[in-house]
């Protein structure tokens, strides 16, 4: 194998073409994945010198490593060749209001319940929207701006505070960190990026939208999220998709950084097309997310995911500095032909760190879902504590529920909790609802958010709404 | 009201109720007692639609419709209520938030408007004093950690809250202190009306001196064996079950 340097060297030496010159302009790469793709997407966003040798590189890593198998995941696997890696939406301009967003988008925006136009009169979201690649409309800007508070998308980012982005890309989830990690940093579009000063505290949910839109487009979102010394950031990822036939892959790495006493809440509703019932179609995630937390600082990871054909994540945090904390609250469903394999993986290095998960899985019909989590204390991270809830709720007789805990401790004054449970939804909870009036369908989602409520708690009001709806209509007809 | 025919009902094949007649008028307060395991629990899950009991024969008709023909959620709307022996723990489930979804369910079924939050809440606060419980579990979930008492306390909470037609008290008083019998008993009294009716399960006499029955009936091995006056209850106190099984057996 070659050497990083001999790699870099011939990253810079090879002679800087495009195999298909004449396609610059096109909105499209052509299918396939190989050096000169990557040249023409970083060609393409007008970037640095600097990650476009980033992107090489990973790519090299990337092509070195083999596809991981899951035991407890079947998918067909993609052809990483047969798929486009970049394309941009027709509206091309940059916007500056609303009025400027292509009406069509607005409309999908407002079918989903989620229109921009609600969502700025909302107490003070900010929303970035992400279609297909290119980012369409960053709002709030100025108000931020005037805190200092940088956030916009990721390749906007690159060309405005390239100091800060090359500073931290990749510190948190390096290229070598796995297989979709890697393809992610050789041919990532775009996404988000935040920065909070030094001992400011953003006054308003930073949330973006993301939703995959053309056919075949495999899409590779990376978001970089800095909070600086003393800062607090809440931010919100919500996603989703309308129906297709085919499998749409989606490798996302997501990067937190909290330097000392900072604190990042991240939150993530994701409602990506799960196939049909019959299993046909519906999306791959396979994403990459993860924390690092400087001392006194926090990261909490709240998810509720409903969506996906197949779900591949473990949000984590990397408990670097002393009395640093992490959480994660997650609730996933998984029905008909859904799969997941999810969990979260907490690493302590500093002393006195403290981490909390709290999963629920929720599977009906046919779905298979899987807990897996790490949680690792350094030999140094004395007086350390893990606390690991980890819950499954069974709707039917075919579904299944599985849990993988791996645990870890190298010292003798830390700690480590961990509880599990698995249950059927009980027909006497369900009853009891009925008499009092209610609906089976009712009465189910009622018990289920019951079920799910130490999650939906740490969501912002508004999104938690969201949640709760989507719970309900991803819950729809699954039992009886 | 309520006419129960020669109701037969059985669960995994065993026949449990064994023809049972019984009819409840508007106004009317009626006891049934009878020994464990005779089939009073049976026959209040079986009249609230639970459906792992198969009824083969007999009918059931309630304010002219024949319920067995419905969804036991259709019967609660109908104002049909039960008071649980067991109370189901639903975790994460506010009582509030439980009864809001119930009633506003309920209303959207009659194609009303849900209830207005601030005519839910004096209601909520009304009844709950009737109870004695004075908003003290609203934002606890259903029945979660409560102690035995509590829990039969929330269930004619409920039942405040939602003014059925029927309301079937499934030994509600047992596990209760005096104090709290005298509350519950209390509770029933005052959601009395002409209009409504109600059925009390109970083991003992004691909580038929605050709840005066208009009948009391003997339920024994899945059949009403004897029906009297409040004083039955007060011979059955004194000499147990076993004369009335002799005469049932003789008769
Ligand atoms: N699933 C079941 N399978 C078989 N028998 C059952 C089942 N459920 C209840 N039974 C039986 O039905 C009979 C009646 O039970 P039920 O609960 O109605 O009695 P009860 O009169 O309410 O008694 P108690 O005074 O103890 O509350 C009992 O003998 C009980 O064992
Ligand atoms: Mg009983």
């Not at chain 1, 999306?283 to 690092?292: D, M, P, Q, S």
């Not at chain 1, 394999?341 to 709290?358: R, V």
């Not at chain 2, 089939?39 to 024949?66: C, H, I, M, N, P």
């Amino acid at each position: 194998m070659a050497s990083e340097e001999e790699l870099l060297e011939e990253i810079t030496n090879s002679e800087y073409k495009y195999g298909f010159v004449t396609n610059i302009e096109s909105d499209k790469a052509p299918k396939g994945l190989s050096e000169d793709i990557v040249r023409f997407i970083s060609a393409k966003k007008n970037e640095p010198e600097w990650l476009l040798e980033y992107r090489l590189k990973s790519l090299k890593i990337w092509q070195g490593m083999i596809e991981p198998e899951w035991a407890h995941l079947q998918y067909p696997k993609p052809d990483f060749q047969d798929l486009h890696y970049y394309s941009a939406p027709k509206p091309k301009k940059k916007l500056d209001s609303l009025d400027e967003v292509d009406p069509e988008l607005i409309d999908t925006f407002n079918k989903l319940g989620i229109s921009l136009e609600e969502q700025k009169r909302l107490t003070g979201v900010a929303v970035d929207v992400v279609m297909d690649s290119v980012s369409v409309k960053t709002t709030f800007k100025e108000k931020l701006g005037e805190l200092g508070i940088i956030f916009c998308s990721f390749s906007e980012a690159v060309q405005e505070h390239p100091e800060l982005v090359k500073k931290y890309l990749g510190t948190v989830v390096p290229s070598a960190d796995n297989f979709y990690a890697a393809l992610n940093s050789a041919v990532f579009t775009d996404g988000s990026f935040c920065y909070i000063p030094k001992g400011v505290r953003c006054p308003m949910e930073l949330s973006t939208y993301f939703r995959i839109n053309e056919a075949k487009t495999g899409q590779f979102e990376r978001t970089l999220v800095i909070a600086d010394e003393d800062s607090y950031v809440s931010y919100l990822e919500g996603c989703t998709a309308p129906m297709r036939d085919e499998n749409q892959l989606h490798a996302a790495v997501v990067e937190l950084i909290a330097l000392d006493r900072a604190e990042i809440k991240y939150s993530t509703i994701q409602n990506w097309y799960p196939g049909s019932k019959e299993g046909k179609g519906g999306i791959y995630n396979f994403v990459t997310k993860r924390g690092l937390c400087m001392e006194d600082s926090k990261i909490s990871w709240t998810q509720v995911e409903t969506g996906s054909a197949v779900t591949w994540k473990y949000p984590g945090c990397i408990l670097k500095g002393d009395r640093s904390v992490g959480e994660f609250y997650s609730v996933a469903v998984t029905s008909n032909h859904q799969q997941a394999d999810t969990g979260s993986k907490m690493l302590h290095i500093g002393k006195n760190t403290k981490s909390t998960i709290i999963s629920k899985g929720i599977s009906a019909g046919q779905a298979n879902n899987s807990y897996r989590g790490l949680v690792k204390i350094n030999k140094h991270a004395t007086n350390s504590r893990n606390f690991t809830q980890c819950d499954s709720l069974l709707m039917g007789n075919k579904c299944g529920a599985h849990t993988f805990p791996y645990i870890e401790i190298d010292n003798s004054s830390s700690k480590v909790e961990h509880e599990a449970t698995t249950s059927k939804i009980g027909e006497d909870q369900i009853f009891y609802c009925k008499q009092r009036g209610m609906d089976e369908e009712t009465a189910i989602n009622l018990i289920v958010n019951g079920y799910c409520k130490e999650v939906l708690n740490q969501l912002p009001m508004e999104f938690a709404v969201e949640a709760q709806k989507l719970l309900e209509i991803s819950l729809e007809g699954s039992v009886g | 009201m309520l006419k129960i025919k020669n109701l037969h009902a059985s669960i995994e094949d065993n026949e449990i109720l064994k023809g049972i007649n019984l009819e409840v008028k508007p106004g009317e307060v009626h006891a049934i007692m009878g020994p464990n395991g005779s089939g009073k629990s049976t026959l209040s899950s079986v009249l609230a639609g639970r459906d792992e009991y198969e009824v083969t024969e007999g009918s059931v008709e309630f304010l002219g419709q024949d319920l067995l023909d419905m969804e036991a959620e259709d019967r609660a709307r109908a104002g049909v209520f039960l008071a649980f022996q067991y109370p189901v723990e639903i975790p994460g489930v506010s009582n509030i938030n439980f009864l809001k979804t119930a009633i506003n369910e309920a209303r959207e079924k009659k194609g009303l408007e849900p209830m207005p939050a601030k005519e839910f809440l004096s209601r909520v606060k009304e009844k709950a004093k009737l109870v004695g419980l004075e908003g003290k579990f609203n934002n606890r979930s259903v029945n979660e950690g409560f102690s035995g008492g509590e829990k039969k306390r929330n269930e004619i909470f409920q039942m405040a809250m939602l003014e059925p037609k029927l309301a079937i008290l499934d030994e509600t008083d047992s596990g209760l202190d005096i104090d709290a019998l005298k509350v519950v008993a209390d509770g029933v009294n005052k959601l009395k009306s002409p209009d409504n009716a109600t059925i009390v399960i109970t083991h003992y006499q004691r909580l038929l001196d605050y709840i005066i029955p208009d009948y009391v009936h003997v339920l024994s091995n899945g059949k009403i064996v004897k029906t009297g006056g409040k004083e039955l209850a007060l011979e059955l106190e004194e000499r147990g079950y076993d004369w009335i099984k002799e005469e049932a057996v003789n008769a």
